[in-house]
T-cell receptor
């Protein structure tokens, strides 16, 4: 399977703070990246996708993608306790519909 | 719109026992995936189907795991002679279309397996 590496493994931020999560693929053929969020005991839900170089913002969430380095990052501003979850990065090649996931970053937002 | 439905939600087995997990994808979704998610790790692909055809089962431990989707709708994942290392949540997901890498996956709530 493709190797998708996420860092850090865990992250604690205060309520209202900024959380920054990183993800890199070691497969040069990857074209697409997703970020999924999984609350404890629940299924993963897609948060954002990014397929082109640059930045994409949706509310408090911003994703960046650098295709040359196959690196994507997710930034959550004004973090809320409800953002506490496992954040999963997934990558796929353009000619496949299979997502390969990293091990995740466990985010805890402390009130 | 109904989501992806999985059953049972929980299963507890002794080593050597067998278990089957069932998945009903979103209506009209032709692609179905089974992922294994150990505790505090990311989902790892086991097998996926387009309609009734297996597209990739290279990650299935074939001697004990099997998966079918006979009519291109519901699917069953079976584990025979379970081992403690199989303890994980088994996630089923579905999507529309194969190829292009742009299809969003919709996950079920998972079947949590504990092997004692």
């Amino acid at each position: 399977q493709q190797k998708v590496q996420q860092s850090p493994e865990s992250l604690i931020v205060p309520e209202g703070g900024m959380a920054s999560l990183n993800c890199t693929s070691s497969d040069r053929n990857v074209d697409y990246f997703w970020w999924y969020r999984q609350h404890s005991g629940k299924s993963p839900k897609m948060l954002m996708s990014i397929f082109s170089n640059g930045e994409k913002e949706e509310g408090r969430f911003t994703v960046h993608l650098n295709k040359a380095s196959l690196h994507t990052s997710l930034h959550i501003r004004d973090s809320q306790p409800s953002d506490s979850a496992l954040y999963l990065c997934a990558a796929a090649k353009s000619n496949y519909n299979v997502l390969y996931f990293g091990s995740g970053t466990k985010l805890t937002v402390e009130p | 719109e109904a989501g992806v439905t999985q059953s049972p939600r929980y299963a507890v087995l002794q080593e050597g026992q067998a278990v089957s997990f069932w998945c009903d994808p979103i209506s009209g979704h032709d692609t179905l995936y089974w992922y294994q998610q150990p505790r505090d790790q990311g989902p790892q692909l086991l097998v996926y189907f387009r309609d009734e055809a297996v597209i990739d089962n290279s990650q299935l431990p074939s001697d004990r795991f099997s998966a079918v989707r006979p009519k291109g709708t519901n699917s069953t994942l079976k584990i025979q002679s379970a081992k403690q290392g199989d303890t994980a949540t088994y996630l089923c997901a579905s999507s529309l279309g194969l190829g292009g890498g742009t299809g969003q996956l919709y996950f079920g709530e998972g079947s949590k397996l504990t092997v004692l």
